[in-house]
């Protein structure tokens, strides 16, 4: 990072600045300020004004007019020169200036980081990722058997209990609307982490989906079918589920490829979906292509993020702040369109909502096999 003009705590030090210095006590202290969290003008045992930038940077040694009148502040304040002196204006436009030039390289050196990735390749940086997050779920591989075998019980159970004869959401959706709202949110909760929990499998070994059985599917039905699954999550959620548009064609392939993909788009977008917004699955179609497009209001990707969230473990800084995520759904939707030769991209709006939310689109398109 170039000269700042105030002193700056970094992870190697603290850097004087271009047109404040840092104070001789700042140089030798015990570093108290370090232990600051808050994101406010704050003053450290010795007098001095903090402010916190992020997780690494502060800046420190600040002589402010009229802040926190201790005797440490004032003693700091008679013994600083009239050019050491700021005002909290100054230092919130000093912090703002500091925390978007910060972003700014931390963009700019992901950048750089992805434009080499791309360089050697990114097909063979994707397969050594998909190992190691094969190495790491394989140590928790009785876990989540377990929990599947739960998530399975329970649903059983509520299947019986209500004689349920069909598993199919179609014929399920009567049934459960005339039970109780805590039997059907199990219910479907219980269909929710099943089907995740078997994208983790899959992801683990996905020679199982290239030999699951190769069928011709209509890609409505699906949709349909996994818009049922996640309509009672979403409205507790506060969150509207639509399906617009028609598709009379089919798509063939091994069927756990073709039922993972719409299954991943529509759980990743509920997942990061603000209560009070809307998801649309949309279907388009001609006649030698269907198009499966999901659109909702997601956290933030920089650009040099939108090729790396397909990867295995990789997460978007801002999805990161807003949920918590292994990052393994998005790569199981690229091993999955690879296997049925689909093309996928995701699209974003320029512009965030008072939530610092972005409409986002994440768009698969097949062929069309009849």
């Not at 059985?213 to 009672?232: C, D, E, F, M, N």
Request: net charge negative; proline share 4%.
């Amino acid at each position: 990072m170039e000269a700042f003009p105030l002193p700056v705590l970094g992870p190697s030090g603290i850097t004087g600045g271009s047109l404040v210095s840092a104070p001789s006590k700042c140089l030798t202290c015990d570093r108290p300020c370090a232990q600051i969290r808050g994101d406010q003008l704050e003053a450290c045992r010795y007098g001095y004004g903090v402010q916190r930038i992020d997780a690494e940077h502060l800046l420190v040694g600040l002589v402010v007019r009229s802040f926190n009148p201790s005797n440490a502040t004032k003693k700091v304040g008679r013994n600083a020169s009239d050019d050491q002196r700021l005002t909290r204006g100054q230092v919130q436009r000093a912090a703002a200036s500091l925390r978007n030039s910060l972003a700014e390289v931390e963009a700019e050196r992901a950048a750089r980081r992805n434009e080499q990735l791309e360089a050697v390749g990114l097909e063979a940086d994707f397969e050594d990722l998909l190992d190691r997050v094969k190495s790491d779920l394989d140590g928790v591989a009785g876990q989540l058997h377990d929990y599947r075998s739960l998530a399975l019980q329970i649903r059983q159970n509520i299947e019986s209990f209500l004689d349920i004869e069909s598993e199919e959401p179609a014929h399920l959706r009567p049934i459960l609307d005339r039970a109780a709202h805590q039997i059907a949110a199990t219910y479907w909760a219980s269909r929710m982490m099943e089907s995740k929990l078997e994208g983790v499998r899959l992801l683990t070994d996905p020679s199982i989906i290239t030999m699951s059985p190769t069928a011709s599917s209509r890609l409505h039905g699906l949709v349909h079918k996994y818009r049922q699954i996640y309509h009672h999550a979403c409205q507790d959620k506060g969150v509207d589920l639509y399906l617009a548009g028609e598709s009379w064609g089919q798509i063939r392939g091994p069927v756990l490829a073709m039922e993972q993909i719409p299954l991943v788009m529509i759980d990743n977008a509920y997942k990061y979906a603000p209560t009070g917004s809307a998801i649309t699955c949309t279907l388009r179609e001609t006649e030698q292509e269907i198009e499966l497009s999901v659109t909702s209001q997601g956290p933030k990707l920089e650009q040099h993020e939108r090729n790396r969230i397909f990867q295995p473990g990789y997460r978007a800084e801002a999805a990161k702040r807003r949920e918590t995520g292994l990052g393994l759904g998005l790569a199981l939707l690229r091993v999955c369109c690879e296997i049925l030769n689909a093309d996928w991209e995701v699209r974003q709006s320029a512009s965030g909502d008072s939530s610092d939310s972005y409409e986002t689109t994440f768009i698969v398109t097949f062929e069309r096999s009849k």
